[in-house]
């Protein structure tokens, strides 16, 4: 078994490719400077600044390393072709919570892409594990923290 890939969609690899930039050309130099101006005036075992700094600059590269992984795994999917009525990656979902929810609509992406506030969520959750795959007009059980839901898809686009 190879690497896990990662699954994303093109804007959603070019983001990656837009924040690794901006680590690596600016806000890594920006926490390499924070960390030199802190040692002028420091005492290393009792300086607040130079450990802040220097946490800083670590999440900094530890943020890039997992980019880099990333991108060099990644899958880039397109989604779905026009006319389809099954939900794939890559194509907003609409469906009604039964017995009397409101209408809701969910684009399925990677991990770095969700952002449930603005209609993405990751392939890994179980509410794009439960609909993936499904068609419009399938009734579907979701297992969520505070119970089973079950789903009404009205519309893949």
Do not use: W
Request: proline share 3%; glycine share 8%.
């Amino acid at each position: 078994m190879g690497p896990k890939k990662y699954l994303m969609t093109q804007s959603g690899k070019e983001a990656l490719l837009k924040e690794l930039d901006e680590l690596q050309s600016k806000k890594r130099q920006e926490a390499l400077q924070r960390i030199k101006n802190a040692r002028k005036f420091c005492d290393f075992r009792e300086d607040s600044e130079y450990e802040a700094a220097v946490t800083a600059q670590a999440q900094i590269e530890e943020r890039i390393l997992l980019i880099l992984e990333r991108l060099r795994h990644a899958e880039v999917i397109s989604g779905s072709e026009d006319g389809t009525d099954t939900v794939v990656f890559g194509a907003p979902v609409t469906f009604i919570e039964l017995p009397d929810g409101e209408e809701e609509t969910y684009t399925i992406v990677g991990v770095e892409e969700a952002d449930s506030l603005n209609g993405t969520i990751s392939t890994e959750s179980p509410l794009a594990e439960s609909l993936l795959g499904r068609s419009i007009g399938d009734r579907v059980s979701v297992q969520t923290p505070s119970g089973e839901m079950t789903l009404l898809i009205v519309a893949v686009q």
